[in-house]
């Protein structure tokens, strides 16, 4: 199994910049991607950025120029660099990781979550 711990959240103002972080530990090489979600309120939960264990990337549109998805590999952590953060930026941030085994197949695992607020 792999455990998730997040941090980086918090209070920020507009234009301002975050980063968070996801340590992943346990069966870590079962990992194949490592994701950003989020959770506006009173909204879905929507995809951010994806990582590959090859070091692919993919950004969704809404914050593509603005975000970056990177990974250290050593450490076993994926990051999420933001900047020219707006208020519709805010909202739950989750990291997912992407295992896959030949005993348990493909498999999602969800971080906690850490809260983004950017507001002035």
């Known amino acids: 199994q792999v455990q998730l711990v997040e941090s980086g959240g918090g209070l920020v103002q507009p234009g301002g910049s975050l980063t968070l972080s996801c340590a992943a530990s346990?069966?870590?090489?079962?990992?194949?991607?490592m994701n950003w979600f989020r959770q506006a309120p009173g909204k879905e939960r929507e995809w951010v950025a994806t990582?590959?264990?090859?070091?692919?990337?993919a950004h969704a549109d809404s914050v593509k120029g603005r975000f970056t998805i990177s990974r250290d590999n050593a450490k076993s952590t994926v990051y999420l660099r933001m900047s020219s953060l707006k208020p519709e930026d805010t909202a739950v941030y989750y990291c997912?990781?992407?295992?896959?085994?030949?005993?348990?197949?493909?498999?999602?695992?969800w971080g906690q979550g850490t809260q983004v607020t950017v507001s002035s």
């Open positions: 997912r990781v992407t295992t896959y085994s030949v005993r348990l197949g493909r498999d999602y695992i």
């Open positions: 346990g069966s870590i090489s079962s990992i194949i991607a």
């Open positions: 990582i590959t264990s090859s070091g692919e990337t």
